[in-house]
């Protein structure tokens, strides 16, 4: 069964930092791209960043850029997924999904609708 299991989140105070992890069960997403999208209260969910399956080809939203870091570790019958965030801001409070396996197959794909599997999510939240 398809299984995407986030876990790391937690309240921090501004400039702080947080590491959010994803272990996706199935040997399927070894060659997945997989990724991070949020959902703040009152908002669409909003694309954050992804990953290729070998770490070759990553996207950013332009809000992070410089501030989150994706990795993925692909073992044999798991995939951790890891999204380090640092200098975090009020603004980046929301609830954090791991995704899996776009429909193009490609990092390029930021729309929440393209992606096939996604995890319960966890909760950040940012204070001021």
């Known amino acids: 069964q398809v299984q995407l299991v986030e876990s790391g989140g937690g309240l921090v105070q501004a400039g702080g930092s947080l590491r959010l992890s994803c272990a996706a069960s199935g040997r399927t997403f070894r060659t997945k791209v997989m990724g991070w999208f949020r959902q703040a209260p009152g908002k669409a969910r909003e694309f954050v960043a992804a990953i290729s399956w070998d770490g070759g080809q990553i996207r950013y939203l332009d809000s992070v850029k410089g501030r989150f870091t994706i990795s993925r570790d692909n073992r044999e019958n798991t995939v951790l997924v890891y999204l380090q965030m640092s200098s975090l801001k009020p603004e980046d409070t929301a609830v954090y999904y791991c995704?899996?396996?776009?429909?193009?197959?490609?990092?390029?794909?930021?729309?929440?609708?393209?992606?096939?599997?996604w995890g319960q999510g966890t909760q950040v939240t940012v204070s001021s």
């Open positions: 995704v899996a396996d776009p429909t193009s197959g490609s990092v390029g794909n930021t729309l929440p609708t393209s992606y096939r599997s």
